[in-house]
């Protein structure tokens, strides 16, 4: 007999005269003459419950059935008298798949913190909560895809080892094959010069966005920033709309629909996963995710978003001045107390920004545009790029750059350029917004921060 998913057992129309389920047992209750097996098997949040008589040949295989363990029961799907569940099976037969020691199976009845669960991340998916985090993950990935395809995007696969810093950030991994210790110059490397891992597939995208049009890359990113924080990851994904003749405002337009239309589809597809968060981990969570649906983002030049921090009785940790990056304390006031919705800043100072972002005609700015979200701050950060080719080289000296190594990216500007325009969303970030989940490290199945690669 083919096994019978959870969730489709639960959402069954008929009662079955056959069924067989596998998973992993959450509880199990005896009583005199019977037992009841509460089973998951990671297809939805909710468990099954099974019902089975005590035979002798029973009684000796539930030794076996303890909290974790593995099991198959076949029997028949009836309708079930208890409360909270439409369908129960009546189990005809039990067989253990594979024990679990009770004696030292991490995962307890009782609630773990989440600190607790991330020293057994590799067990962490067996709990209601992180099995729904990673199943919202899937279902969000896919909507990315879906979302783009629909507005005839193309996917770009961009490459994951690079030879450019797309930010500069200098924030970049090394690739290398050579052993640790010896002949460490980058011409007697792999690639016969530096390598890394890349900081955005965006300059990638730009080649393809004046090629195809509108296209974007979907994929993990990786930068070695030494921020401790809730948001950062050293590995994280990014995906990255890039579209030929369109500049900021379109740019920002784009990723209002973006957002809305994830929350939106999220909010119709994962209900039941959603709500357990909404219950248990941040209670505005559904008032958070209707203000983003309904209002229309703030658009907030710098300028303008400077001036109002320096004028609010707010006292901040960094101080305020023109020409400062925002910080998150910063970002957070913004759109959680002044517009109480999503604030998109834009046309920041040009010497906390990147090589390729335009130059706007005041000379002091560029059309740089970061969405913030209430709790999270910069979800998504992207411009309008430098189309013109003497500016861009002018912009690359002024920053040092080697022009040499970028001869590639300038050819883009040398033979048909025009206006483009992108961005970037961090892909964990938009689960966390999604979710109420206020740790990365937590919507991530093997997270890669500072000093800390287990699993
Ligand atoms: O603002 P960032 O650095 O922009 C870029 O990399 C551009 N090249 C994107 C583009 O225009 N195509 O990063 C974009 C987003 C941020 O807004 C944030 O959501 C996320 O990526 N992000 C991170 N997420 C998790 N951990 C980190 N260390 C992150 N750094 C950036
Ligand atoms: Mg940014």
Known sequence: MKRTKIKHALNAETPMNEVLIKGWVRTKRESKDFSFIELND????????AIIDHTPDILEVLEHVGTGASVAISGQLVESPGKGQKWEVRGQSLEVIGEADQETFPLQKKRHSDEFLRGIAHLRPRTN???????????????????FADKDFFYIHTPV??????????????VTSLPAGKGDTAENDFFGKPAHLTVSGQLSAEMFALSLGDVYTFGPTFRAENSNTARHAAEFWMVEPEMAFADIYDDMELGEEMIKYLVSHMLDTCASDIELFAQWVDKSLMATLETILESSFERLPYTEAIDILRKTKK?????VEWGIDLQTEHERFLCEEKFKKPVYVYDYPKNIKPF????????????????????IGEIIGGSQREERLDVLISRMDEMHLDKEEYWWYLDSRRFGSAPHAGFGMGFERMLMLVTG?????????????PKSLEF
């Not at 030879?163 to 991994?173: I, L």
């Not at 390729?356 to 709790?375: E, F, H, S």
């Open 42 to 49: 990671g297809s939805c949040l909710m468990n099954i419950q």
């Open 129 to 147: 909560k992180y099995g729904a985090i990673f199943r919202l993950r899937s279902e969000l990935a896919q909507a990315i895809h879906k979302f």
């Open 161 to 174: 080892i690079t030879g450019s810093d797309c930010e500069g950030a200098g924030e970049m991994f090394r």
């Open 315 to 319: 006292k901040f940790d960094f101080p």
């Open 356 to 375: 390729y972002m335009r130059m706007n005609d005041d000379g002091k700015t560029v059309a740089a545009m970061d969405c913030l979200v209430p709790r």
């Open 437 to 449: 989940v206020a740790n990365i490290r937590d919507v991530m199945p093997f997270p890669r921060t």
